[in-house]
């Protein structure tokens, strides 16, 4: 696999896995883990999961700054790897959320966030600004997608792992305590549990039976029951983020021992300083203008791209618990089905474009990412076709449906692995290409900040992640995949149209 790779590929891809797996064990578990921990409904959640998933890419345009501006690379990483740190050390803290801790602990859980997602901001784009610097030595120039692939491996190798180690550190700490695990009754606990929020007759139904279920006694004080239920449940929780704690501290050592390994820009061009002419300058600047155009053709279409794919993390993870029957695997391990996809589909996607190649028909970065939106348009096809077959209402009508109807409306975990299929498929397409493509046309000394453009990007999409489970709420499920899917022929179309004129601006 890393054959004719320049050989700082692999400890820096090593440290990103690191630091992918402590953010993967976090992030399995974030929307979901809001809604148990402060009893918030999953439209504040998603909101508090967008905002901190756009902060970690906005951020990333300050780190990129930071490090063009001190042309310091590494030292912004490590810095950045240490933050995030400190933020996990502030999550991992059991405090059990009460009525009169709830606000300034729901402020400091946010502040770790914010945290992590600065961190992030330091860590991400440069890392991959680094392995951009790489590929600038002409002997590996034409490995760079290649590269770039591999990198996006190790990545998943961290998100493969990570969505298990949450559910199965909260499943112990609840087996301890003589309790199970039962994904609806949290919400049912704090619903119980509300000064402001009355039960109906089904709802309390409901709660006895899964009271009993999970090894509880349904005709003792229920409020005592439900209070310890939620701190149990929770401090599980807790305890995974020691593991985030662990994951970040690994890959701050891996990074700090082979940094020797990994170019440095500033030392290089201090070496390589060259005087140009006035006319030498223009046409540079010309082609700089040209460039950029063109990335930020691309970061367009990257915007609406991650606004579909992130939706796992949020009404994608609401459709695994709520209308998937899983039995005892918890809704945030599916997750993992998109990192191993990624592993297993990598070098598949790879020799499908190395034998293109050889035969002459070599597909272009630009079209390779307009298939991949129509990749992930097939995925929402999908899920619109099966979610009105299936008669699905709005999530917000389900959940009020008794418990045996609602067990019977449940589909196999099948559907899971068709959907993430062909979602991992489209982003092998676009996101591995996506950041080889940012290197290939980032001016030397904005690398770091064009890096944090395409992160940017992301933000962007990010920021209205909130929309798919307000709709997943609000309307029959359908509705909502059906938005993503026109999302996604849309882009698809608007990037078939300017694939010739990216092609010329970066040849």
Same mark, same amino acid.
């Given at each position: 696999?890393?054959? %004719?790779?320049?050989?700082? #590929?692999?400890?820096?891809?090593?440290?990103?896995?690191?630091?992918?797996?402590?953010?993967?064990?976090?992030?399995?578990?974030?929307?979901?883990?809001?809604?148990?921990?402060?009893?918030?409904?999953?439209?504040?959640?998603?909101?508090? +999961?967008?905002?901190?998933?756009?902060?970690?890419?906005?951020?990333?345009?300050?780190?990129?700054?930071?490090?063009?501006?001190?042309?310091?690379? &590494?030292?912004?990483?490590?810095?950045?790897?240490?933050?995030?740190?400190?933020?996990?050390?502030?999550?991992?803290?059991?405090?059990?959320?009460?009525?009169?801790?709830?606000?300034?602990?729901?402020?400091?859980?946010?502040?770790?966030?914010?945290?992590?997602?600065?961190? %992030?901001?330091?860590?991400?784009?440069?890392?991959?600004?680094?392995?951009?610097?790489?590929?600038?030595?002409?002997?590996?120039?034409?490995?760079?997608?290649?590269?770039?692939?591999?990198?996006?491996?190790?990545? %998943?190798? /961290?998100?493969?792992?990570?969505?298990?180690?949450?559910?199965?550190?909260?499943?112990?700490?609840?087996?301890?305590?003589?309790?199970?695990?039962?994904?609806?009754?949290?919400?049912l606990c704090h619903q119980y549990l509300s000064v402001t929020d009355s039960m109906d007759t089904q709802n309390l139904?409901?709660?006895?039976?899964?009271?009993?279920?999970?090894?509880?006694?349904?005709?003792?004080?229920?409020?005592?029951?439900?209070?310890?239920?939620?701190?149990?449940?929770?401090?599980?929780? *807790?305890?995974?983020?020691?593991?985030?704690? @662990?994951?970040?501290?690994? =890959?701050?050592?891996?990074?700090?021992?082979? &940094?020797?390994?990994?170019?440095?820009?500033?030392? &290089?061009?201090?070496?390589?300083?060259?005087? +140009?002419?006035?006319?030498?300058?223009?046409?540079?600047?010309?082609?700089?203008?040209?460039?950029?155009?063109?990335?930020?053709?691309?970061?367009?279409?990257?915007?609406?791209?991650?606004?579909?794919? *992130?939706?796992?993390?949020?009404?994608?993870?609401?459709?695994?618990?709520?209308?998937?029957?899983?039995?005892?695997?918890?809704?945030?391990?599916?997750?993992?089905?998109?990192?191993?996809?990624?592993?297993?589909?990598?070098?598949?996607?790879?020799?499908?474009?190395?034998?293109?190649?050889?035969?002459? !028909?070599?597909?272009?970065?630009?079209k390779k990412i307009a298939i991949g939106m129509g990749l992930a348009g097939i995925a929402y096809l999908f899920l619109?076709?099966?979610?009105?077959? !299936?008669?699905?209402?709005?999530?917000?009508?389900?959940?009020?449906?008794?418990?045996?109807?609602?067990?019977?409306?449940?589909?196999?975990?099948?559907?899971?692995?068709? #959907?993430?299929?062909?979602?991992?498929?489209?982003?092998?397409?676009? =996101?591995? $290409?996506?950041?080889?493509?940012?290197?290939?046309? @980032?001016?030397? *000394?904005?690398?770091?900040?064009?890096?944090? $453009?395409?992160?940017?990007?992301?933000?962007? /999409?990010?920021?209205?992640?909130?929309?798919?489970?307000?709709?997943?709420?609000?309307?029959?499920?359908?509705? @909502?995949?059906?938005?993503?899917?026109?999302?996604?022929?849309?882009?698809? /179309?608007?990037?078939?149209?300017?694939?010739?004129?990216?092609?010329?601006?970066? !040849?």
């Open positions: 696999m890393f054959k %004719n790779q320049p050989k700082g #590929l692999l400890p820096a891809a090593l440290s990103n896995m690191g630091e992918r797996f402590g953010y993967y064990i976090m992030n399995a578990v974030l929307v979901l883990f809001l809604c148990s921990k402060f009893g918030l409904d999953e439209v504040t959640s998603g909101i508090i +999961y967008s905002c901190f998933y756009a902060g970690i890419y906005v951020l990333s345009l300050v780190g990129g700054v930071i490090a063009d501006r001190t042309q310091n690379y &590494k030292r912004t990483i490590i810095q950045g790897l240490c933050i995030m740190t400190l933020g996990y050390c502030v999550l991992a803290i059991p405090i059990f959320a009460t009525p009169e801790n709830r606000s300034w602990l729901l402020v400091l859980t946010c502040f770790a966030l914010f945290m992590i997602a600065f961190g %992030n901001g330091l860590f991400k784009g440069n890392l991959q600004a680094i392995v951009g610097q790489l590929y600038d030595n002409p002997t590996y120039a034409t490995q760079r997608d290649s590269g770039f692939q591999i990198f996006y491996v190790f990545i %998943n190798v /961290g998100g493969v792992i990570a969505p298990f180690v949450a559910p199965m550190l909260r499943s112990w700490w609840l087996g301890t305590n003589g309790l199970a695990y039962n994904a609806d009754l949290p919400a139904n409901n709660l006895y039976a899964l009271i009993t279920e999970v090894g509880g006694n349904a005709s003792a004080n229920i409020s005592e029951f439900c209070s310890t239920y939620l701190n149990v449940f929770n401090t599980g929780i *807790h305890y995974s983020f020691i593991a985030s704690v @662990a994951a970040m501290l690994i =890959s701050l050592t891996i990074f700090w021992c082979t &940094k020797g390994m990994l170019p440095t820009p500033g030392r &290089k061009e201090k070496e390589e300083s060259i005087s +140009y002419s006035a006319e030498e300058k223009a046409a540079m600047a010309k082609e700089i203008k040209q460039r950029m155009a063109a990335l930020f053709a691309v970061l367009g279409i990257a915007i609406f791209f991650w606004f579909s794919f *992130h939706q796992n993390g949020t009404s994608l993870s609401l459709f695994a618990r709520d209308f998937v029957k899983t039995d005892s695997v918890s809704p945030e391990i599916w997750q993992a089905l998109n990192p191993f996809y990624v592993i297993v589909l990598t070098p598949f996607v790879m020799w499908l474009f190395s034998y293109l190649t050889k035969r002459g !028909k070599e597909i272009s970065t630009p619109v076709i099966f979610s009105a077959i !299936k008669g699905y209402p709005s999530a917000t009508e389900f959940k009020e449906i008794a418990a045996t109807a609602k067990e019977a409306m449940k589909t196999g975990p099948w559907v899971l692995f068709v #959907l993430y299929f062909f979602l991992t498929v489209a982003e092998l397409f676009i =996101s591995p $290409l996506g950041l080889s493509f940012v290197s290939k046309v @980032a001016p030397k *000394h904005l690398q770091g900040l064009c890096q944090g $453009l395409w992160l940017g990007a992301t933000a962007v /999409g990010n920021l209205l992640l909130w929309i798919g489970p307000l709709i997943y709420n609000a309307c029959p499920i359908w509705v @909502a995949w059906t938005v993503f899917l026109s999302v996604c022929v849309v882009s698809m /179309g608007v990037m078939f149209g300017m694939v010739g004129w990216l092609e010329r601006v970066t !040849k």
